[in-house]
């Protein structure tokens, strides 16, 4: 599956961003979809999935912040950012995993990466 990213720019602090990852392909349901980010210096960490169960799963760090949906009519998946810190700073990645690929919490778990969206918060 081809993931494209869209929706990042440049917010104050306590605003609100909606990322969105539109997908290619026919099976987009039997992936679990997530968002991951990766600010500079660091580790790229998981934010937040939606499994093709329906369930759903976030970092501490944005539960009650962020809320991710999928429309798999439409094939894609969203990340709405609200309360938005500094430290939110970064690039954020799409990715698909595969039914039984591994934890959704492991970048090796993944088959597809989107190429990323820069996120910048000001205070």
């Known amino acids: 599956v081809q993931l494209q990213p869209s929706g990042g720019g440049l917010v104050q602090a306590g605003g609100s961003l909606r990322l969105s990852c539109a997908a290619s392909?026919?099976?987009?349901?039997?992936?679990?979809m997530s968002w991951f980010r990766q600010a500079p210096g660091k580790e790229r960490e998981f934010v937040a999935v939606s499994k093709s169960g329906g369930s759903i799963a976030y970092a501490d760090s944005v539960k009650g912040r962020f809320t991710i949906s999928r429309d798999n009519a439409e094939t894609t998946v969203y990340l709405q950012m609200n309360s938005l810190k500094p430290e939110d700073t970064a690039v954020y990645y799409c990715a698909a995993k595969s039914y039984g690929s591994g934890s959704y919490l492991l970048r090796t778990s993944y088959d597809s990466w989107g190429q990323g969206t820069q996120v910048t918060v000001s205070s």
């Open positions: 392909g026919r099976t987009f349901s039997r992936y679990a």
